[in-house]
């Protein structure tokens, strides 16, 4: 048998690498006995030794006996590591460990939802103030003063201390996100194509279906020809991405001061016999684009608001509004 | 507003089932709903008083939506056999023509004042109407019959036998029929005779000339008031009526003299009362407006192709008639002004159902979104990726204070005012849910005002909270929004402490962008002004290579006073001379005899080379002398 250093240096490396991989006392004794065994690697090596040259027995002799000795200690040092965590396996059963996440609103939610939406049938995505003057939430948008068409919108008022009697400067809360087609329009050339989401306020008693403020998105197309057809395509559109997709629609006649024809939209989920009231709208009055100096011969359009805590109450199937607004995380964390 | 489904009925031979009705009602006409076999409640929307707000009304709508015609009802328009032939007693004086534009007045004797019919009865019962007597139930039948309110007197009550229209005087008040007693202003109208106000004009009855039991002779009322002194009496007397809601929606005058023909008739014919005469102030005949209208412009805005003769006949069931190819509008029909009115008409009629889905056709142009948009969205995505959950809170709050926002009518004493702050709600919010959870981490971006110089200014802000149970939460809340300032890209930014409360403040550029507050040793809360942070942010991300060579850290042990700030320790090593110095942590710190005892963790590093442990303690020896020169005190 012809025995050279590099062979011992091959079974060092071979053992010691296994020896350390074994992952368990079965497979640690059977490594010994291939490697120390009677008829293991190094023992067949240790006991070859009395055949060779003299020579070459000085110089292999100590570094397999060596490599032996070490060998030995590291299988028993592995054997001692098993025997200290015997019956100590990890549970994989166990529970894993908690993360810590923070939730988004649900609204937060259905309004980008909403607004990817609308971004991607062109719309840009446009903010205005909750606190508006008299006249850009109800006589621009063709509702006079004192007249009972205003009794629609129960309205917060803000007190002032000197009565201003200019509708300008006259503050309410906005009662819907409407007024932002006003300013909206003042500053800026047809064709349009925007949506407005944003917080609008309600003077009225609070129930499971009514806050005293709430959201809205509303939505303003401008053009040459857009047309109420344009309406029911784009509605449509947002309604089916929304809500997926078997959702049912009907179209009725209702009226709002600042659109003519105005319609309301209700939806039917798949699986419901039960029409939903969803959204609001019309093609844009003549006189709102008189107040914003449209040409109503020259551009026409549509425009629609949509109450997005109604979407996600559908959506979500909550049953009582004020839970948005109830700060109660055992709501919020369900989202 | 309610309908009687059993009086509707009248109108027609063999009237479809209520459920029919409101359902064609709902899709072609106006939102409807049954509330019951008999009662059909009906929005009228605000610029259909003047034609919709009675049964005849509906009856139309129901005859012209179903294509059934109607039988037999009470004409609102047209010649009536009503004459004021003049044996009235009554005389009628109108101070200033603008408060009513027609005022017609009956008197009648013989009057026997009895139970109404079961009929009458009932159906003013389905619409909601209190039956009092013959007199005053008939006045009422009558007005949801035509929609014109209608009144009746005691002549006998009326002093002087002189019914006077005019402002109501400073100090006046009347007593209604009802037992409540109204304070008048001048811009209120009303009836009187020579002693007082007799009615509320338009809105309601005095108790002086009820017809009661004793009641011989009557004088009918029929009116039409000036609609804006009518809707603002109403509204600052807090007293809506029926009478009242339809003279605000500035009804048509040709009622007054339907109504008052109905009227007449019932009391003449069926109660057997005798007719003395009357006057009518304003007698006219009312001439039909007409109107172009043209299918193209029609379907090129309705994107529909229907046919002119289609239009046509939608119109017609709706009581329009064509004429020398021009519309003529029905003398009732105040909401129809324009020929865009006239393609609501045949597009509702047609049905919504039927205008098709066209996707538009639009040239290409860039979208855009506005910047809040964009920055709330990164600020949620950073704070629920910190673990923090969003709320929404009202935005109304109770305290007040000076440059709050006060509302002129809150709807309850603690939501008086508009919000300054996110703080106080979320205060209360971090306080509800420690009901249910040890801890609460919670934010909110909405809007915030506050009055400056007379002006009020709105701005979004941030709320961020923590509340930890029997845990400090402050240094948690002070990392998050440092981290959070970070994560948006705001460098140069600082928190020194506050001198007016316990927390620090948020600075930049030399301007307060917000607090940090240490509301107690729980709660802590932080508020950013958005957009004041949006134009100091700079979103740009730029790469640093990464580090070539290894750091190496040393741990510093002092022992300070402890009114000495751990924040200015560390900001005095940061800025002192010592080059490489990349980062300076607090790792421990304790408290003893007002001393504290703090360790810093100094980590080093170089950009161009290994840094030799004697270089570092070369380094460190400077940053001890720095600091016992500083502090004057003795490092170990």
């Keep these: 048998m012809d025995i050279e250093p590099k062979d011992l240096e091959k079974i060092k490396e071979k053992s010691f690498r296994e020896v350390k991989n074994a992952s368990s006392k079965e497979e640690l004794e059977e490594i010994r006995i291939n490697y120390l065994g009677r008829d293991g690697e190094l023992n067949n090596i240790l006991r070859s030794l009395s055949e060779v040259p003299i020579e070459k027995r000085r110089e292999i002799g100590p570094v397999a006996n060596n490599l032996r000795d070490k060998l030995e200690e590291l299988i028993a040092e592995r054997q001692r590591y098993f025997e200290e965590n015997e019956g100590s396996e990890v549970d994989l059963t166990k529970p894993g460990e908690g993360v810590r996440e923070g939730h988004l609103h649900p609204l937060t939610h259905v309004q980008r939802e909403a607004r990817d939406i609308f971004q991607s049938l062109n719309f840009s995505i446009v903010d205005g103030p909750e606190l508006e003057s008299e006249y850009y939430n109800f006589t621009a948008l063709n509702i006079p003063p004192d007249h009972p068409a205003r009794d629609m919108w129960d309205t917060f008022w803000v007190e002032r201390e000197d009565e201003p009697e200019k509708e300008e400067v006259k503050e309410v809360l906005r009662t819907h996100t409407s007024p932002v087609q006003v300013r909206y329009m003042e500053s800026h050339n047809s064709p349009i194509q925007m949506v407005v989401p944003g917080r609008t306020f309600r003077y009225e008693a609070t129930d499971s279906s009514h806050e005293i403020n709430f959201y809205q998105l509303e939505g303003l197309m401008v053009g040459e020809d857009v047309t109420l057809a344009n309406f029911k395509y784009i509605i449509e559109e947002f309604l089916e991405n929304f809500f997926g997709f078997g959702v049912e629609f009907r179209f009725r006649p209702s009226y709002f001061p600042f659109t003519e024809p105005s319609l309301e939209v209700d939806i039917k989920l798949p699986e419901s016999d039960e029409w939903l009231e969803v959204l609001g709208a019309g093609m844009v009055h003549r006189n709102v684009f008189d107040a914003v100096h449209f040409n109503p011969n020259e551009v026409q359009g549509f425009a629609f608001g949509v109450g997005l805590d109604r979407l996600a109450m559908i959506k979500y199937d909550i049953e009582d509004v004020r839970l948005f607004y109830s700060g109660d995380l055992r709501f919020i964390k369900q989202f | ?636």
Aim: aromatic share 8%.
């Design chain 2, 1 to 636: 507003m309610k309908f009687s489904y059993s009086l509707l009925k009248k109108y027609f031979d063999n009237l479809e089932p209520a459920e029919e009705v409101v359902e064609s009602l709902l899709m072609y006409s106006f939102e409807a709903e049954l509330q019951n076999e008999n009662v059909i409640d009906i929005d009228i929307p605000s610029n259909r008083y003047s034609d919709s707000v009675s049964h005849v009304g509906i009856g139309k709508e129901i005859s012209a939506v179903l294509n059934k015609e109607m039988r037999d009802y009470p004409k609102l328009v047209g010649s009536f056999e009503t004459s004021f032939e003049n044996n009235c007693p009554v005389k009628v004086d109108i101070q200033e023509d603008e408060l009513v534009s027609r005022y017609i007045v009956g008197c009648f004797e013989g009057v026997e004042i009895e139970e109404s019919s079961k009929e009458i009865k009932e159906v003013l019962g389905e619409c909601g109407i209190q039956p009092v007597n013959n007199v005053v139930d008939v006045m009422n039948y009558v007005m949801l019959e035509v929609g014109q309110p209608l009144h009746a007197f005691d002549l006998d009550k009326i002093e002087g036998e002189e019914i006077i229209i005019r402002r109501a005087k400073k100090d006046e008040s009347i007593k209604t029929i009802d037992g409540e007693v109204y304070n008048l202003s001048s811009s209120d109208i009303v009836i009187a005779d020579k002693k007082g106000p007799l009615a509320i004009a338009g809105i309601k009855g005095g108790a002086r000339a009820e017809v009661n039991e004793e009641t011989e002779r009557i004088v009918v009322e029929s009116a039409n008031f000036d609609r804006v002194s009518i809707y603002r009496t109403s509204r600052n007397l807090g007293l809506v009526t029926d009478a009242s809601k339809r003279f605000s929606h500035d009804i048509h005058l040709e009622l007054a003299l339907a109504g008052f023909d109905r009227v007449r008739d019932f009391l003449e014919g069926d109660f057997s009362f005798d007719y003395l005469g009357g006057h009518d102030s304003n007698p006219q005949e009312f001439s039909k407006k007409l109107l172009s209208f043209d299918i193209d412009s029609f379907n090129s805005f309705m994107g529909t192709s229907i046919s002119r003769e289609r239009a046509i006949n939608y119109l017609e069931r709706l009581g329009f008639e064509e004429k020398d190819k021009k519309i003529e509008v029905p003398i009732l029909r105040k909401d129809i002004e324009k020929e865009e009115d006239l393609a609501e008409e045949v597009i509702r009629m047609m049905g919504f159902e039927e205008v098709g889905s066209k996707p538009p056709k639009v040239s290409l142009s860039k979208t855009t979104t506005d910047e809040i948009f964009l920055f709330g969205d990164e600020i949620r995505d950073l704070l629920s990726r910190f673990g923090y959950n969003e709320v929404y809170t009202h935005s109304f709050i109770g305290q007040a204070g000076s440059g709050k926002v006060k509302l002129s009518n809150p709807i309850s004493s603690d939501r008086t005012h508009l919000r300054d702050s996110l703080l106080p709600l979320l205060l209360e919010k971090i306080e509800d849910n420690f009901r249910f959870f040890e801890k609460v981490r919670l934010f909110e971006v909405g809007k915030v005002f506050e009055k400056k110089d007379k002006k009020i200014e709105e701005w979004n802000s941030l709320g961020v909270a923590i509340g930890t149970k029997r845990e400090e939460g402050f240094f948690e809340l002070k990392g998050i929004v440092a981290q959070l300032l970070e994560r948006l890209g705001l460098i140069d930014f600082s928190l020194p402490p506050s001198e007016s409360f316990e927390g620090l403040e948020v600075k930049s550029d030399d301007q307060k962008v917000g607090k940090v507050v240490r509301w107690n040793e729980e709660i802590a809360l932080a508020e950013l002004n958005l957009e004041k942070l949006m134009t100091l942010v700079d979103e740009e991300i730029s790469f640093e290579p990464l580090p070539k060579y290894p750091a190496s850290s040393r741990d510093l042990s002092i022992v300070l006073p402890s009114e000495v700030r751990i924040g200015e320790v560390i900001q005095s090593i940061e800025v002192s001379p010592v080059e490489n110095i990349e980062n300076v942590d607090l790792i421990d710190e304790y408290f003893e005899d007002n001393m504290q005892s703090i360790t810093l963790r100094i980590v080093f590093r170089s950009s161009e080379k290994t840094l030799s442990s004697e270089e570092i303690d070369e380094k460190m020896k400077k940053v001890k002398s720095i600091l016992e020169e500083e502090y004057g005190v003795d490092i170990r």
